[in-house]
Every structure is written in structure tokens, then in C-alpha cells.
């Protein structure tokens, strides 16, 4: 009865022409699996787990009781398991190979921090045990945020946020808070050419309406024209720093002081912070309000693996806002909670609760061992390793594939290029899918918009100058291609287990529901030849 | 009727005090397949360049300014269904709105047809 693929249903080979002998029965190329969608090899007859036969005479549903099947696939456990184990083994992860996405900040994430995760005091507990019992847990959030603070040089963090755009969402809302207390009902942010693409949508969710600034031809934020812009209606700016065109805002004091003497406040985006932790300071720099992605910069799992996590430090002007809840430490040094209960008295002037609970617990443990286990002069060198390798691909590709901003001088912690000197009719995206037939996961793409066919590639200091060096042969090898009009880079991948996607007809007609396709007539349909 | 164009690569074709705006056929071929348009409604009221529609392509999301103050009349339904006009009929079927243009001394810094050309080149 549980037999994998009872309906007896073959995948159609990607690969035509068996003439040759490379075409096989199944599909399958040795290694190589081909999967079914689970709809197409779970049936109602099948189940993995053995329960009683429910008593259906009475219920308590009033009158709500399903009447037609419930449409899930009915797989065994072993059925269930090497589904989505075939299916992982055709996904790339960090574990795999580079991953140069850039201003995502895919670095390796070390198997210490796993271990400290999963020990039972951090990975048992639960958020609404008392206080008294977890001490051990609000210890780590505690002193997290004081190695968060320190790294930055800021007076505060709120822990609670649960991601990057959540992040900004905390300190712009913190910004407004501030602004009301004062009862300025300012209307704008600033935001310029080369911050991140959710700073806009950040701003507009807080009410805010945009403005853009322009970038300069060297990469960097037009200070003259932020300076020119400012005034009693601009609530604050935006930046991201290092920038998304990879450069570092030299400006950024300059802009921080134009920004407060106007009355406006300072939101850093700090998804870039990788570049510059433990050498630069945000507090020096004026930051109002900044999120530190532990996602990337702190190494917890990203893309797939796990939660992302983006506390936001905080100025002293503007900590008086932060949102609830927040562990506060006392001098006999047991933690407890500061929440709505208690805020009267302790932070009357919140904004607000962002979050359920504290925070991404399971974040906080692996950036604290990361930290710990790094050390101020780790980090530091994490920041220099980051930087060095960024600038090792910049310059070892400059002679085929253009960089707008070479000449800025070096790059931060990512490399940017455009597609400007590919021949007629070739594309960034043909390099892009060129690269995952080379095995690597692409680069970040026609991002940032101030560079034409843009490629950002953020290689972290975690991978090795051989793994850089074969990185780099693949990808001067698919430059030379798209400069030389090599038409055959047009049907890349060929290697992966689908062919080209059809992007565009995905974004138009999106079918996001799987149902059983029609059958010509006279063809039993693929639940009944699932039957028994 | 006057066609005028502006540096956002925005048309802008003139008749009397009304008037219809969409992208060049410059902004689509940068912009890729257009997935994606949001015209304004019907009675919104529009400033100089300010926010009037969006258009998402499958490289980029961007925002259409109005290239002259005024109150829209019509969006194009069309191309709710059909965002692929914009593709291929950029400055004909795959038009965005139209509108009643406020002050029609806004239009005296557009460029024309031979203008925007020569700004287009220079990119």
C-alpha cells in the first residue's frame, strides 16, 4: 500500500532525445532525483500516522461540520521524508558554496552557535514562564544588548524587533513618537538613491511621504541636495550605510548635523553593518536610530534557515520611545521585565509593543556565542576579511565586467558592476543564470537601480582566496561570454534540474493554487490511478 | 494635439485642457516585461512630480510622476488585465491615465518629441 508513487506517475525528463542513452526511464539522473509536487503523489488513502476511528455520532460543530474531502495529499512518513529531502537536495544553500548575494550578508554560520542554541536552558524555555525561572535566558538578551550598544555606540537597543524592515519600522515609529511628544507633525523622510528598497516602503507604512535624493556620480549621498531639502516639514532621513552602490557615506557626520540642526532625525539602515563592525561607531556618526540585522552581520541562519532578528539601537533622544517589552537588569543582578504593567512608571513614553514576546530567543543565543566566541578583535577582523574580499573580487574582474564606481576608490564589504560592454542582446540576468550552471547561488541583480543591469556581490569574510579564486574564473569566464555575444549563454541554466524560467508569465499569471490538471477523455484521471 | 515629454521618460499628449500620460517606449525598454501597473482612481488629484501611478517590471518596482498638476479622469482599465501593452504599445494602447490639467503654464518646461530625443541620446 505505501509504496512511494503508487499512481505510478512518471516526471517528464527535462532532458529530450534518448538516443544517445542519456535519457532514462525514470528521470532520474543517478544522484540527480527527479520530484513530483506532493499533490501528485499523495493520495486520501494513504496516511503516515495510525489514529482511532473518530465517534462521528455526535459533535459539538453546530451544523459546521465538513461535508467534502479536506484536499490534502495522504503520504507515509518515509514517502513524506524523501520528498522533501529530494526536494532539498535541489536547493542551494550556505553550507554548499558561496553565496554572493549582495547586501545580504550570507556568511557561514558557525556550528558553536547551534550548540549554545540547542543546550535546554535557552532552547526549553517558554516566553511566558515566570521570570524568576529564565533568569539565564534574559541574561543573554541583556547582555546581547550590551554588546550591541557598545559595538555601536549608542546608549539603548530595543531587542523586540523580529527582522531588517521591522527594524526600521521600530525606529521610524520611534522617530514619530518623538516628534509628537514635541507636537511636530513633520510629514517627510528623506530617503536617498542608495539606501535599501524597503527604507521607501518603511517610511510610507509610518505615514511618512517620501523624497529621494540624489546620488552623486561617485556613489555617494548629495549632500548639497539633502542640505538644500531640509526643513521644518522633514521628519528625518534615511540612509544606508555603507551604501548600496557598496561605498562607505563619508559625509555621514556632515549629513547627521545638517539633519538634527534642521529638527529632523537620523535612521541608519544597518544591513551593511558587516562592513564596519568593531571600526566605526553609528553613535559617532550621529545615528539616531539604527537596526543591526543579526541575520548577517552576527551570523545566525538566514535565507530559509531560520528567523531573521533586527533589534535597533537607539539615541539617547530617542530611547525614551523604544516599544515594550525590555529586560532591565538590577543591582543585585536578577533581570526583570519591563512590559505594559509596568511601563507607567519605567517608560511612560513607548510607543507601543511590536511583538508578542521579547524577541527571536533562538537569535539572541547564536549572536551572543558568535560574539563571544569572536571577540572585539574578531569582529574587527571579521569587518577587515569582509572588506578585503570584496575589494579582491572588485579588482580582479574590473578588466571585463564594468564598475561604475572603481574609481571612488575601494569598496566596502560588496562589489558592484554593471552590464555596460556585454555585446548587443545580452543581459545581466544571462550571467546570472550562467552562474548557476557554474554551481553558485546569482548575485544580487538590476539592484541597486542607479547602476544599469546591476550585479552586487557580497562575498563576507568567511570564504577562503580559493574559493574566491574559482568564484572569480567563473564569472570572468561568463563576462568574456556576454561581451562576445555568446548566444549559447541565452539558454542558461542547462545544468539545473529546470530549464529557464519563464519569470515574466510567472509575475503576470501567477497560479499559487495547485488543482488536478484536466485529462483527455478516455485517460483515468491521476487520483484514480492512485486508487488501491 | 501636443505631445510633450519629461525627464522621468513620462508622455504627456495635450487636447485643450485635458489631457492623457505614459511611459516612452525609452522607460519600458529599460524597465523589461512590465508585470504589474497601478493607475490613480478616478478623481484623484494630482501635483507636478508628485507620485501618480506605479509600474513593476520583473527588474524593478518604480513610481510614474504627473508631469503636470491636475484631477485624473480615467485610468486605463487595460492594463489591469493586460500589463503587457505597456510593452508593446508604450506610447499608443499602453497609455496610463488620463487627466484635467490644472495650469497649463506647468507644461512650458517640458520637452518636445526632438527635445527628449536628443536627451534620451545623451544618456
Known amino acids: 500500500m505505501n509504496a512511494p508513487n503508487q499512481s505510478g506517475w512518471k516526471p517528464t525528463s527535462p532532458v529530450t532525445g534518448a538516443a544517445d542513452g542519456t535519457n532514462t526511464v525514470t528521470g532520474n539522473k543517478a544522484l540527480m532525483l527527479e520530484e513530483p509536487l506532493i499533490f501528485e503523489i499523495g493520495n486520501c488513502e494513504t496516511t503516515g500516522v495510525d489514529l482511532p476511528e473518530p465517534d462521528l455520532s455526535s459533535n459539538r460543530l453546530g451544523g459546521f461540520a465538513r461535508d467534502a474531502e479536506i484536499g490534502l495529499p495522504g503520504l507515509s512518513e518515509p514517502e513524506t521524508v524523501r520528498h522533501y529531502t529530494r526536494l532539498s537536495r535541489q536547493n542551494y544553500a550556505i553550507d554548499l558554496g558561496l553565496f554572493p548575494l549582495g547586501s545580504c550578508t550570507m556568511k557561514h554560520n558557525p556550528r558553536v552557535n547551534e550548540k549554545v542554541a540547542r543546550m535546554p536552558g535557552f532552547a526549553d524555555v517558554h516566553p511566558l514562564q515566570p521570570v524568576d525561572t529564565v533568569q539565564g535566558a534574559l541574561g543573554v538578551i541583556n547582555e546581547l544588548a550590551q554588546w550591541l550598544c557598545k559595538l555601536t555606540g549608542m546608549p539603548g537597543v530595543a531587542m523586540t524587533p523580529k527582522a531588517g524592515a521591522h527594524g526600521e519600522l521600530c525606529g521610524i515609529l520611534c522617530i514619530r513618537a518623538a516628534l509628537e511628544a514635541k507636537g511636530d507633525a513633520r510629514e517627510v523622510i528623506l530617503v536617498p538613491e542608495s539606501a535599501h528598497g524597503t527604507n521607501p516602503a518603511t517610511a510610507a507604512f509610518a505615514g511618512y511621504r517620501v523624497e529621494n535624493i540624489p546620488a552623486t556620480a561617485e556613489g555617494r549621498v548629495d549632500l548639497a541636495a539633502l542640505k538644500a531639502r531640509l526643513g521644518p516639514d522633514v521628519a528625518g532621513v534615511m540612509i544606508t550605510n555603507p551604501n548600496t552602490c557598496g561605498l562607505f557615506e563619508r559625509d555621514m557626520k556632515a549629513i547627521s548635523d545638517a539633519v538634527h540642526a534642521a529638527g529632523g532625525y537620523v535612521y541608519c539602515d544597518g544591513a551593511n553593518f558587516n562592513a564596519i563592525v568593531g571600526r566605526v561607531r553609528p553613535g559617532d556618526l550621529g545615528v539616531d536610530a539604527m537596526h543591526i540585522n543579526l541575520h548577517k552581520t552576527f551570523s545566525t541562519p538566514h535565507g530559509g534557515g531560520g528567523p531573521g532578528s533586527g533589534p535597533v539601537v537607539l539615541s539617547e533622544a530617542l530611547c525614551p520611545y523604544g516599544p515594550l517589552p525590555f529586560s532591565e537588569l538590577h543591582a543585585d543582578g536578577t533581570l526583570t521585565l519591563v512590559e505594559e504593567e509596568t511601563a507607567g512608571e519605567r517608560h511612560p513614553h513607548s510607543f507601543g509593543r511590536m511583538s508578542a514576546f521579547h524577541g527571536q530567543m533562538g537569535m539572541f543565543t547564536r549572536a551572543l556565542a558568535y560574539i563571544l566566541s569572536h571577540g572585539a578583535d574578531g569582529l574587527r577582523q571579521v569587518a577587515g576579511d569582509a572588506v578585503l574580499n570584496a575589494n579582491y573580487i572588485l579588482r580582479s574582474l574590473e578588466d571585463v565586467l564594468d564598475a561604475p564606481f572603481g574609481a571612488s576608490g575601494p569598496c566596502m564589504h560588496e562589489a558592484l558592476f554593471s552590464d555596460k560592454g556585454f555585446a548587443d542582446g545580452m543581459t545581466t540576468l544571462d550571467l546570472a543564470k550562467g552562474l548557476i550552471d557554474e554551481g553558485y547561488h546569482p548575485m544580487t541583480m538590476y539592484f541597486p537601480l542607479v547602476v544599469h543591469g546591476a550585479m552586487l556581490i557580497e562575498p563576507t569574510e568567511t570564504e577562503s582566496k580559493a574559493g574566491l579564486d574559482q568564484f572569480i574564473t567563473a564569472l570572468r569566464s561568463l563576462a568574456e561570454r556576454a561581451r562576445a555575444g555568446d548566444e549559447t549563454l541565452k539558454a542558461a541554466p542547462i545544468h539545473a534540474p529546470r530549464r529557464r524560467l519563464d519569470e515574466t508569465l510567472a509575475a503576470r499569471k501567477p497560479v499559487l493554487t495547485w488543482s488536478e490538471p484536466e485529462v483527455a477523455p478516455g485517460e483515468p484521471s491521476l487520483s484514480e490511478q492512485g486508487g488501491s | ?123
Do not use: C
Open chain 2, 1 to 123: 494635439m501636443t505631445r510633450y515629454f519629461t525627464e522621468d521618460h513620462e508622455w504627456i499628449e495635450v487636447d485643450g485642457t485635458s489631457a492623457t500620460v505614459g511611459i516612452t517606449d525609452y522607460a519600458q525598454s529599460q524597465l523589461g516585461d512590465i508585470v504589474f501597473v497601478e493607475t490613480p482612481a478616478e478623481g484623484a488629484t494630482l501635483t507636478k512630480g508628485g507620485d501618480a501611478a506605479v509600474v513593476e517590471s520583473v527588474k524593478a518596482a518604480s513610481d510614474v510622476y504627473a508631469p503636470v498638476s491636475g484631477t485624473v479622469t480615467e485610468g486605463n482599465a487595460a492594463l489591469e488585465g493586460d500589463p503587457a501593452l505597456v510593452n508593446t504599445a508604450p506610447e499608443g494602447d499602453g497609455w496610463f491615465f488620463k487627466l484635467t490639467i490644472a495650469d497649463a503654464s506647468e507644461l512650458d518646461g517640458l520637452m518636445d518629441e526632438a527635445k527628449y530625443k536628443e536627451f534620451v541620446d545623451g544618456l
